[in-house]
């Protein structure tokens, strides 16, 4: 079955930085565009980071331009968020999204950026 398990979330202090990962498994991995999204807890789920099924374009919220950045290794089939100068607000659940065909959604990891 379609399998996409997030690692990498804990707790860190602003400023810091933290890397996910997301293992797919169950389909063919690189045909598919790949995102990262996030929720807090009275907000809408938030698209972060998208990346294209061969690595050659992402895509990236405002507010993480420039600190986040997306990618892939399709010979691991694990999509990677490098999340640097973290801030509090950046603090919440963060999934893994495979794009068509799939349309298929992790469990989350817990981010929490706090003092």
């Known amino acids: 079955q379609v399998q996409l398990v997030e690692s990498g979330g804990g707790l860190v202090q602003p400023g810091g930085s933290l890397r996910l990962s997301c293992a797919a498994s169950?389909?063919?991995?690189?045909?598919?565009?790949m995102s990262w999204y996030r929720q807090t807890p009275g907000k809408e789920r938030e698209l972060v980071a998208t990346i294209t099924s061969a690595g050659g374009s992402t895509n990236y919220a405002d507010s993480v331009k420039g600190r986040f950045t997306i990618s892939r290794d399709n010979a691991k089939n694990t999509v990677y968020l490098q999340m640097n100068s973290l801030k509090p607000e950046d603090t919440g659940v963060y999934y893994c999204?495979?794009?068509?065909?799939?349309?298929?959604w992790g469990q989350g990891t817990q981010v929490t950026v706090s003092s």
């Open positions: 999204y495979a794009h068509r065909p799939q349309r298929a």
């Open positions: 169950g389909f063919t991995f690189s045909m598919n565009a």
